[in-house]
């Protein structure tokens, strides 16, 4: 059976509606596909001389991009899904620098540049006046300073994308529940009672891993961050006929919305067609889901009172999802002793949302140890070249988790000093980015600003990461202790 056989023909939207997956993301055509040959320069057209038989469990950014890095290295890869066809459920997702540096690496830049959405800027605004007290200048700036763009794309699109680059060097197989593992083969029991043999199995099955249990010793509870998000996509046609609504797709910046214990996140996608919502607020019942239907009614009843145009937004969403946050604690470790299961992604370093990094946190693992695996030689590698990946992958996926949750704090502080506090550093870093854009310099010391997206410093140690960079600098500095007389080149 081809994979593209197996690529659900409808997707849903965050609005709870279908639409034919054609009209999500067009097939690409001969000329997307040729862009695509640039893949063939990855690790320097470097490619294991030792070829692995890998499984990656979980189809779904993780996974896919794992995949397709692995097969590019030279690996036979194959992909167990539990669900019986590959689609997705979401809204807009954010493409940062440190992603997309890798995805017009892969090819993907011209594909991007169509479906995806630019900001101009970052702009922050009191909830009840809708006052601006943050702005950080985007756009082509962004792309100056890091070398790689800044995008909003709805997350089906980019699925689809990485599918369609994925699907043609691996094996996908839907309907493939896994059920149990036995570490020391490896093999995978399916829930048909199939067994699947494997040299290495990559647990890219999510938040709800079933693959990180083996990992951990048992099942580790998730802790609730006492906050849910509705989600919801609004056509900007009903956006651009409103006088006080259009300003947001005539000039699409990322906008959001801090009032206490709740914020909103408002930004273009595809190609400004629709308009996407992420409405954070308390929220302590019900289970960790992406897909539960939320209440309208009780969605606008928690923001009454904000400024109107968020009324005016809220008005024009007929359905929304709730997905309820969760928390985890980072993993001592991400590879099983056995050294036959390492995970990678939200199975092992699930992202709350308030910095935007949870899909390139499971891209950039996917591309180091793609690049890592890539100098494969002989089975004694395997083991070191996993702790390898661990070693460049932990400290930083730690850091961004952490990141995520002072943001949590700092968007929620209710009127007061401290609310004053923020958005006097907020308003300090927005005059400087404005003299900035004025042609002016800079002289203001953004360290430690409550606008995370300000900081200098930050920006760069998150922005200008590169995944293949970091994995190349590894080999250069250890990967002569690896070289054994079987090995070398």
Known sequence: MSNK????????????????????????????????????????????????????????????????????????????????????????IQLSPNLTRLLIRWGLGKRLKEVAVKPEALTFRRWCTGETVAWTQWGGAIEEKYGAPYYHIHRADFLRMVYELAEPNCTIRTNCRVLSMNTSKPTLTLESGEVVHADLVIGADGVKSTLRQYVVGGVDQPRPT??????????????LRNPDLRPLVETPEMVGWMGPRCHIMGYNIRAKREYNLVMVHPDNNGDESWTAEGSTQRMRAEFAGWEPRIQKLLAMIPSTLNWKLMDRDPLETWIHKDGKLVLLGDSCHPMLPYRAQG????????????????????RSQIVPLLHAYQSIRYDRATATQDASRLNQHSFH???????EERDQQMRAAMEDALRIARG???????????????????????????????????WRKHGHTLMGPRSRM
């Open 5 to 92: 056989s197996i690529m659900g023909n409808r997707s849903q939207t965050a609005t709870g509606t279908s639409e034919p997956i054609e009209n999500v993301c067009a097939q690409w055509d001969a000329s997307h596909k040729a862009d695509l040959h640039f893949a063939d320069k990855l690790y320097q057209g470097r490619r294991a001389s030792l070829s692995l038989n890998i499984v990656v469990v979980g189809c779904g950014l993780g996974g896919l991009t794992a995949a397709y890095c692995l097969a590019q290295a030279g690996h036979k890869v194959t992909i167990l899904e539990a669900a019986p066809t590959i689609g997705d459920i979401g809204a807009g």
């Open 226 to 239: 006492g906050d849910a998000a509705y989600r919801a996509i609004i056509s900007t046609e009903k956006l």
């Open 359 to 378: 899909s390139a946190m499971a891209v950039e693992d996917a591309a180091v140890l793609g690049n890592l695996f890539s100098h494969l030689a002989h």
């Open 413 to 419: 502080l209710p009127d007061g000093p401290q609310q």
């Open 440 to 474: 002016e310099r800079s002289t203001f010391n953004s360290a430690g600003n409550s606008n995370q997206w300000a900081d200098e410093e930050k920006n760069t140690i998150q922005f200008g990461y590169d995944a293949d960079e970091e994995a190349e600098k590894w």
